[in-house]
C-alpha cells in the first residue's frame, strides 16, 4: 500500500494533499525481502515530503535499524515511535557512526525520550554520555527506576542536568545528586538539578545523617516550589526541627505518620511565633491533611500496616496546638489510632476546625465524652463533633450501651443539620432505642436495621416521619417486627 500512494502521489494522481496527526505502518507479513522493505521506507520517506504527518508509528513494522536512516535524514518535525528492540538497535548504530547531523535528528525524532531503553540493558553509560554532549536542546528522558548509579556517575552528569529529565529517579539516586551538588557548593546547579528531578525530592525509606540532612537544607534553600517526599526516612533529632524551618521553600510534603508526630512535636517546642509560622507552613504543605493511619505505609511496610498507632496526651496536645494555626479546615485522619480519653479531651477544642475520620471505636468514645460538667461545654463539644463529621453519624456495628445512647441523645438534641444517622447492627434493644426516640427525627436518613426492635415501638417510629418531614428514608427491617403492615403505607420506611 506504501508502495501504491507513492506512486499515485508521485505521478499526481491523488490530487489533495493529506494531513495527519500519524501514520502507522503495519508489516502483515515477514515473507518481504530485504530489498522489498527498503523500497517501502524509501517510499514512506518520499511520501513524508508531500503529506504532513506529525507522528510516524513504526512499533508494528518490524525491521532492521540500519534501515531506518533515510527516515532519519526526514526534515520536517516528524516523531517516529519504535518498538523497544529496534529503538536500543537505532541507538547502538547512531553511537557507532558518530555523525552528528544524524544524532541530533535521531533525538530530535525521538523526542529525546530514551526510556524505552534502561541504562545498562540496551543504553550504555557511554551512548548517553554521547548524546547528552550533543549541542542541542532537545531534553533527554532516562528511566532510571531499575538501576543503581555511583557517585561518579552522577558527578559526570551534574554538567547536563540541564538537559535531562530523569523519570522515576530513585532515592538513592536524588540523595548522591543532592550530597554532591553541596559538597561542591554548587548552589547554581541546583534549579536545573530540581528540574531534572520534576521538582521532587524523593528521599522515602532512606537513612540520614547530618550531613544529609544539610545537603538537603543546602538544596530547599535554593530551591522553590518543591514536592519533598520524606516517607519511611529516617531523619537525625535537629534534622526535624532544620526541615521545618524551612517548608516556606516547599509546596508539598509527604510524610508517615510517625514523622508526622515528629513534625507536629517540634511546631510544638517553638517559640510562640516561630511555631505558629511552622504550623501554618507544615498545615500548607500537607494540603491540611493530617494523616495518622496506615494508607501512607500502604506500599511500604507490611509489618507496620494494620497497627493501631497509640496517640498519647502529649501527641494530642501537639496535633491541637498545630490545629490552632489552622487558616481553613483540616483533614484529620485518625483511623487506625487509638487515643486515651485524656487526648481526646485536648482535641475537642480543635475538632470545629477539622474533617474527621476515624475508627467506630474512637467514634463512639468521643460521642461517650461528649457530656461534660458544664452545659456551654456540652453544647460545644456537640456541634464540633457533628461538624467534623460533616452531619454524617455512623456508629454501625458499635456495641450501644446505656451511657453511650445517653450521649447519643444529648448530641442528637444539641445538634443541627445531622444528614445520616447510621445505628445498624447495634444490638439496640426498645430499651435503647426509646432513649433515642425523641430526637431521632432529626437525621435525614436513619438506619435502624439489625437490631432487636418489636412491634412495641411501631407507633414512635410511625411518628417519626410525620413530626420531621425532611426524613426521607428510615430502614427497620431485620429486626423483631412481626407486623410491617402499618410501615408499608409509606414509602420512606424500608422494611425489608
Ligand atoms: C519515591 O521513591 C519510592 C521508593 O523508591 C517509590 O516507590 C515512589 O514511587 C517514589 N515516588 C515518586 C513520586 O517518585
Ligand atoms: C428535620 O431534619 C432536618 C435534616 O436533618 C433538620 O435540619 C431539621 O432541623 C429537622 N426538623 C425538625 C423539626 O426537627
Redesign the pocket.
Known amino acids: 500500500m506504501a508502495l501504491l500512494l507513492f506512486r499515485l502521489v508521485r505521478t499526481q494522481r491523488v490530487a489533495c494533499p493529506v494531513a495527519t496527526e500519524e501514520l502507522s505502518l503495519v508489516l502483515k507479513t515477514s515473507q518481504l525481502s530485504d530489498r522489498v522493505l527498503l523500497r517501502v521506507v524509501s517510499s514512506v520517506a518520499s511520501l513524508l515530503r508531500y503529506w504532513a504527518v506529525r507522528c510516524l508509528d513504526l512499533t508494528e513494522f518490524s525491521i532492521h535499524a540500519q534501515f531506518l536512516m533515510t527516515l532519519l535524514l526526514h526534515h520536517d518535525p516528524l516523531k517516529i515511535k519504535l518498538c523497544a528492540q529496534h529503538f536500543q538497535q537505532l541507538l547502538v548504530l547512531i553511537h557507532e557512526i558518530q555523525d552528528k547531523d544524524l544524532t541530533q535528528s535521531f533525538l530530535r525524532k525521538a523526542g529525546g525520550d530514551l526510556t524505552s531503553c534502561s541504562l545498562g540493558l540496551g543504553l550504555d553509560w557511554e551512548v548517553l554520555h554521547y548524546l547528552l554532549q550533543q549541542p542541542s536542546t532537545q531534553t533527554i528522558t532516562v528511566d532510571l527506576?531499575r538501576n543503581r548509579i555511583s557517585e561518579k556517575r552522577i558527578i559526570d552528569l551534574l554538567p547536563f542536568l540541564d538537559r535531562i529529565l530523569f523519570k522515576?529517579?530513585?532515592?538513592s539516586l536524588v540523595l548522591s545528586a543532592i550530597r554532591e551538588s553541596y559538597k561542591t557548593h554548587s548552589s547554581h546547579c541546583i534549579p536545573s538539578l530540581l528540574r531534572s528531578l520534576d521538582h521532587?525530592i524523593?528521599l522515602?525509606?532512606r537513612q540520614l545523617d547530618t550531613a544529609d540532612c544539610a545537603a538537603l537544607l543546602f538544596t530547599l534553600q535554593h530551591s522553590d516550589g518543591v514536592?519533598l517526599?520524606l516517607?519511611w526516612t529516617s531523619i537525625p533529632t535537629g534534622g526535624i526541627e532544620s526541615i521545618l524551618f524551612t517548608l516556606e521553600k516547599v509546596s508539598h510534603l509527604s510524610l508517615d505518620r510517625n514523622l508526622l508526630l515528629r513534625f507536629l512535636h517540634c511546631c510544638t517546642a517553638s517559640k510562640a511565633q516561630q511555631g505558629a509560622a511552622a504550623a501554618a507552613d507544615l498545615l500548607r504543605t500537607l494540603q491540611h491533611r493530617l494523616d495518622l493511619s496506615c494508607s501512607s505505609s500502604v506500599?511500604?511496610s507490611e509489618q507496620e500496616r494494620g497497627e493501631a498507632l497509640c496517640l498519647t496526651a502529649g501527641d494530642c496536645r501537639a496535633i491541637s496546638t498545630v490545629l490552632r494555626h489552622s487558616s481553613q479546615d483540616t483533614q484529620l485522619d485518625l483511623r487506625d489510632c487509638e487515643v486515651e480519653d485524656s487526648g481526646l479531651d485536648l482535641l475537642f477544642p480543635v475538632l470545629d476546625r477539622v474533617r474527621l475520620s476515624s475508627s467506630k471505636a474512637l467514634l463512639l468514645q468521643l460521642v461517650s465524652l461528649v457530656p461534660v460538667g458544664s452545659e456551654r461545654d456540652t453544647v460545644r463539644r456537640a456541634e464540633s463533633l457533628c461538624r467534623a463529621l460533616a452531619g454524617e453519624l455512623d456508629l454501625s456495628e458499635t456495641r450501644l450501651d446505656q451511657r453511650a445512647c445517653g450521649a447519643l441523645a444529648l448530641i442528637l438534641e444539641l445538634s443541627e443539620g445531622l444528614t445520616e444517622l447510621d445505628l445498624s447492627h447495634c444490638q439496640l434493644t426498645d430499651r435503647l432505642l426509646q432513649m433515642l426516640i425523641p430526637h431521632l427525627h432529626k437525621a435525614q436518613v436513619l438506619d435502624l436495621s439489625h437490631n432487636k426492635i418489636t412491634d412495641a415501638l411501631t407507633d414512635s417510629l410511625l411518628q417519626l416521619v410525620s413530626i420531621n418531614t425532611s426524613i426521607h428514608t428510615v430502614r427497620v427491617f431485620s429486626n423483631s417486627i412481626v407486623d410491617r403492615s402499618p410501615f408499608l403505607k409509606d414509602k420512606r420506611f424500608e422494611t425489608w
Open positions: 527506576r522515576r529517579p530513585s532515592p521532587v524523593n522515602t525509606c514536592k517526599k516517607l506500599e511500604l
